[in-house]
């Protein structure tokens, strides 16, 4: 039996009431923070998808075509699910009151949904496809999982000018690693391409933010993924080809945009250049 002295007792209750047991204001989950939530769920829910559909039934030797292919879309589309969570809760911390773990949410969840959930799909890929390497893929996905989590690190120690990020977006990474999967190229080009887009989310190339009418078409082109995905599980009549035109366009977007950007930086710092010149003149 403990005895406890009433002075000792009385000090430390008087402690707990001095630290209250409210919480504080600041850390209260918002309405975007909620949002966020959303997208570390959709990313988790990919991974699930992608083991329990395609994995575990190729390592098991009971794998159907059918099935695979169905669990690989969902998992595609938990991804897509949680890039309109990523967009829509940047535009509503902007709007209403986010809390000050709002941006460690974020990256967080980020991790998980685009970096995480697409590494994993690569590995799978590497290890159920015909042509695949396990450990080719594997070494692939995970330079996908360090490039999100330095691109993560260096956006949350960095400023930028506004309406710039420094990077290829992981939400737009993660799906174009995904789509050049989705590609059925053959694995070495693959592979190249994977890490080619682990490239660009570390460099310094500047993407533009999607808000405004960008927000928009980002939004619209998911919608019309999801539908493409759709339409390729179900086994609509041309489902296959709308995928794979949808897989093209986002690879070839992720290859201009680059070109475009350094194209209009380097013509930018011409033409600085031609007015310091006339000024000095």
Partial sequence: MTVTEPDTADSWVSELEEEGPDIPLST?????DTLTLGNAICGFMAVYFTTTGVLVPHLMGTADGAMSKSSAANAVTLMLMASVFDLFDGLV???LRSSAMGAELDNLSDLISFGLAPAYFVVVWGLVSDNGHGKVAAVAAVLVVLAVVLRLARFSCTTLRDGVFQGMPSPFGAMT???????ELPFVPTVIGIVGVAWLMVSRVEYPKPRGRLALITFCWTIVSMGCLAAWTLGVPGGHQLLQAGCALQCTAAALIPC?????RVSTMRAARREARADAR
Wanted: proline content about 0%; overall charge positive; aromatic content about 4%.
């Fill in 177 to 183: 690693v995904v789509s050049l999967v989705l590609l």
């Fill in 28 to 32: 209260r989950l918002s309405i975007a």
């Fill in 260 to 264: 475009f950007a350094t194209t209009r």
């Fill in 93 to 95: 911390a902007r709007k």
